[in-house]
């Protein structure tokens, strides 16, 4: 499975961005997907998960009420809606299939992340 984010940019704080996550290959509607993000400096850090059919969703705490993830299997796409946001989301968000299940779970294949920077 191949994975490529796009969406990333700098955007003031309060404001909204979209990340998207197009897949290939034929497995990618029976995979847990995943989104992280690492700051500079930080260790990567889980932001929120959706399984395979896209009915179950999980948040990192801190990320609750603000972000959305969805997916789109016809289209093999996750997706990563972001409200309210802050200067501490900045980071480089990557997504992730084939994950396992949690608050840290471990995926199979990675993305190579697109730079998200929430100016104050």
């Known amino acids: 499975v191949q994975l490529q984010a796009s969406g990333g940019g700098l955007v003031q704080a309060g404001g909204s961005l979209r990340l998207s996550c197009a897949a290939s290959g034929r497995t990618f509607s029976s995979y847990v997907m995943g989104w992280f993000r690492q700051a500079p400096g930080k260790e990567r850090e889980f932001v929120a998960g959706?399984?395979?059919?896209?009915?179950?969703?999980h948040y990192a705490d801190s990320m609750k009420g603000r972000f959305t993830i969805s997916r789109d299997n016809a289209k093999i796409t996750v997706y990563l809606s972001m409200n309210s946001l802050k200067p501490e989301d900045t980071a480089v968000y990557y997504c992730a299939a084939d994950c396992g299940w949690g608050d840290s779970p471990t995926c199979e294949y990675w993305g190579q992340g697109t730079q998200v920077t929430v100016s104050s």
């Open positions: 959706i399984s395979s059919s896209g009915i179950i969703t």
